[in-house]
């Protein structure tokens, strides 16, 4: 019988990323749900592998931000993030929710092959 460990495809996805990208003249309404966005973040830090800013190609402004979920579930994804301040808040002009292989750099430990 194969173990589970040798039946895992170890190129699937493990995880689900979602890019979001700031609308035009988000910064004000990013600046006040700030505070209770970072609370949010905080208390979902089980449910996140990654999370950050964007920023501008020139790194002045933020344009957007960056969430690494654990969870291989689309659905999920959405959910958490619907819970999210900053989601509230409706600033963000497109959110793309893609399944998502964390699969090589110092943050995965090596490789995943």
């Known amino acids: 019988m194969m173990t589970e460990t040798a039946a895992r495809n170890p190129f699937a996805p493990t995880t689900v990323a979602v890019l979001c990208h700031d609308g035009p003249g988000s910064g004000p309404k990013r600046k006040a749900a700030a505070q209770a966005h970072l609370r949010w973040v905080e208390s979902m830090l089980a449910n996140i ?17 960056l969430y690494v979920f654990k969870t291989t579930s689309l659905e999920q994804a959405r959910d958490w993030l619907a819970t999210d301040p900053y989601f509230a808040a409706q600033f963000w002009a497109t959110i793309e929710y893609r399944p998502f292989l964390p699969a090589a750099g110092e943050l995965v430990g090596g490789t995943a092959w």
């Open 49 to 65: 592998a990654l999370a950050g800013p964007l920023y501008s190609e020139d790194g002045s402004r933020m344009v957007g931000s």
